[in-house]
């Protein structure tokens, strides 16, 4: 598929990280499951350093509990979740490590790592808009 029409219908696009080329794919059911365990292991993490002396009964609690639409939204906004997100959508066409990537993404070229992101997860409805193309 050409990259107009992926542009179309947010199904891919590729972003020049360090001058390399990174071809992003949409997101897949499996990558949705991951970014709910990321989200609980960040949840945990920050209750951990609240409080280090929790037990294992309530660690297990914590990563029992579902995470919500905002938790995840706001797990994935900060530097890490995007190069998180980033990662994911790489990692279906380039072997690449997280670690890796996070060293890619930077102050100077973060808001292009996010717009690559936003396209590639809009999804068109009947009329062929999306959120960030309307």
Known sequence: MNDS???????????KLKGKEYKMSPLT???YGEISAYTKANRLKICM???????????IEVLERRPTE???????????????????LIRHNQDITLKALSELIDKDNYKQ??????QV????NVEGQTKANP
């Open 5 to 15: 029409i992926d542009k179309l219908v947010g199904i891919g696009t590729t972003i």
């Open 29 to 31: 059911i499996a990558d």
């Open 49 to 59: 350093m609240a409080n280090p002396e929790m037990t294992l009964a309530e660690k």
């Open 70 to 88: 905002q938790e995840i939204d706001t797990v994935l906004s900060d530097i890490a979740g995007l190069s998180f997100q980033a990662w994911l």
């Open 113 to 118: 790592v996010y717009e690559a992101i936003t």
């Open 121 to 124: 997860n809009a999804v068109p």
